[in-house]
């Protein structure tokens, strides 16, 4: 069992920055992926990033490439999302959640994502 728990969020202007922090409990954080979904108000989950467990190859989605960084410290058991030069349309709850495969082309999908924390909000003003 793997529990996360997500701080950082926050009321933003636009070209703000935030950085998201994802704590995870017990001993095996660092034998999974992990990913960083959002959702905003009307709209689906999606995607924002993954890592797999050796921080190596971290997919974004195309709506933040340049903007935002994943990180992970395997060794204090925390995931980053540094986001930079937030835009409105950045609004949204912000997700971390972690898995236990490390293929690559299943880590876009929420499904594929065995624990989820509660979600922190990042709100990004015009």
């Known amino acids: 069992q793997v529990q996360l728990v997500e701080s950082g969020g926050g009321y933003v202007q636009a070209g703000g920055s935030l950085r998201l922090s994802c704590a995870a409990s017990?001993?095996?954080?660092?034998?999974?992926?992990m990913g960083w979904f959002r959702q905003a108000p009307g709209k689906e989950r999606e995607i924002v990033v993954f890592?797999?467990?050796?921080?190596?190859?971290?997919y974004y989605a195309e709506s933040v490439k340049g903007r935002f960084t994943i990180s992970r410290d395997n060794a204090k058991n925390t995931v980053y999302l540094q986001m930079n030069s937030l835009k409105p349309e950045d609004t949204a709850v912000y997700y971390c959640?972690?898995?236990?495969?490390?293929?690559?082309?299943?880590?876009?999908?929420?499904?594929?994502?065995?624990?989820w924390g509660q979600g922190t909000q990042v709100t990004v003003s015009s």
């Open positions: 959640a972690a898995s236990k495969t490390n293929v690559l082309r299943l880590l876009r999908l929420s499904g594929t994502y065995d624990y």
């Open positions: 017990g001993r095996t954080f660092s034998s999974y992926s």
């Open positions: 890592i797999n467990w050796s921080g190596a190859m971290p």
